[in-house]
């Protein structure tokens, strides 16, 4: 009889093939986060696409897809800091972290950005449940009132900018970038990856671009000091926590990304400096994909591009091998951010930057062009155009998040 009435069946071959769509998906998640404008659900939306025709269990699949979206939250943080270019999640922390790489401590942001992802993961299995509990017992009412609630995060945004100019550039850039995103979000992509979506041209454009425009003229990325980590392990942790919260509410309230949860963060760790941005951001960005599982499996319905992709799929919910693939990944991730990381940085300091940033341009237009068409490249210049607004003002980027406020506080 077995011990406690269970029995533990181990496959070898199961195992290993299981480890090798693990990999696959590490992989896949490392070209797309140090890619710039490569998002991981590109990546998703692809392997759903060619899911029916690779041998192999379907859930094998979806762990790899689960995996990719996970390493790439991890990794997107390099080239955010080293090229300027930021994945819609760390749109709101890209310009607090180049102040890092400026100051020479762009290796303690990489091992920053690294914890709040690690310290999301930590966090996120023991809130999985209460956190399941306590969103769906308060989605209605947060849903009915949510136009209010971004309403007053709008309102912080501007009234919380140091001068009368930067909160009149604020508000401008909240007026023109939500008039951008209201007409823009829903227009057809007509690129290679169809359901990619415009938030691609829209965020390089507002948040990517301006950075490698003033970079031209700029002086690249400086010798970076030792890596020493600065903050105290409670202030890691409690940043990583608030990262982990705003994750959650991403996962199960429909409509609110990544990037607007990580947009609402800041405004609680705004007095903490920029190593406090890296942190929550990056918490926002990883724990999102682990409670977007949840929500998937605990009310069917996804709320992310890559949740959308294992569901087209037709992946079954496994629980253990989704989540297990997520945790393994998690591990990889951490140890790439670091590995790669600063490799990353260090080849960039030793390159022209005014060639480099004409580079990343022109493949960022490339990328664009092949995810979403003509259109897209329009969407990626005006964008570019409403990016400089906060530039010229001197106000914080974060309030280009006005692109997704907007168009949910009108509900178009």
Do not use: W
Not at 45 to 60: D, I, N, T
Not at 77 to 90: E, K, Q, R, S
Not at 153 to 175: P, Q
């Amino acid at each position: 009889m077995d011990p406690l009435g269970v029995r533990v069946v181990v496959d070898p071959g199961e195992t290993l093939l299981f480890c090798g769509f693990l990999a696959g998906g590490v992989a896949l998640g490392t070209v797309s986060g140090l890619t710039p404008g490569i998002h991981a659900n590109t990546f998703a939306l692809l392997l759903a696409g060619v899911a029916p025709s690779v041998p192999g269990p379907v859930r094998f699949v979806g762990a790899a897809m689960l995996a990719a979206g996970t390493v790439h939250t991890f990794l997107d943080v390099v080239p955010a800091l080293a090229l300027g270019v930021p994945d819609p999640a760390m749109a709101s922390s890209a310009l607090p972290g180049h102040r890092l790489v400026l100051a020479g401590r762009g290796r303690e942001a990489l091992r920053l950005s690294a914890l709040g992802s690690a310290g999301a993961v930590v966090l996120a299995v023991p809130l999985a449940l209460p956190m399941t509990h306590a969103m769906t017992t308060v989605y209605p009412t947060l849903r009915a009132n949510l136009p209010l609630v971004l309403g007053a995060v709008v309102v912080v945004l501007v009234v919380t900018e140091a001068s009368n100019l930067g909160r009149l550039g604020a508000a401008l850039s909240v007026a023109t970038s939500g008039a951008l995103g209201a007409v823009a979000l829903d227009l057809p992509a007509g690129g290679l990856v169809g359901s990619g979506g415009m938030l691609a041209p829209l965020f390089t454009g507002l948040f990517g671009a301006p950075v490698l425009l003033d970079a031209l003229t700029g002086k690249g990325v400086p010798e970076q000091e030792e890596p020493r980590v600065t903050v105290s392990r409670r202030g890691v942790a409690g940043f990583a926590f608030v990262g982990t919260l705003s994750g959650a509410v991403v996962g199960y309230v429909p409509g609110v990304s990544s990037a607007i949860a990580a947009t609402v963060a800041l405004l609680a760790v705004s007095g903490d400096g920029p190593r406090a941005f890296v942190v929550t951001t990056s918490g926002v960005n990883t724990a999102n994909t682990i409670f977007a599982l949840l929500a998937l499996v605990a009310l069917g319905t996804p709320r992310t591009g890559v949740m959308v992709a294992v569901e087209e799929a037709g992946v079954p919910l496994d629980l253990p091998v989704l989540l297990g693939s997520v945790l393994a990944a998690a591990a990889a991730g951490f140890v790439l951010v670091v590995t790669l990381g600063d490799g990353y940085l260090r080849r960039v300091g030793r390159m022209d930057y005014t060639r480099l940033s004409i580079g990343v341009l022109c493949l960022i237009v490339l990328v664009v062009g092949v995810l979403t068409g003509p259109l897209g490249i329009g969407v990626f210049g005006v964008s570019t155009l409403v990016g400089l607004v906060p530039v010229k003002f001197g106000s914080r980027r974060a309030s280009l998040m006005g692109v997704l406020l907007v168009p949910l506080i009108l509900g178009v």
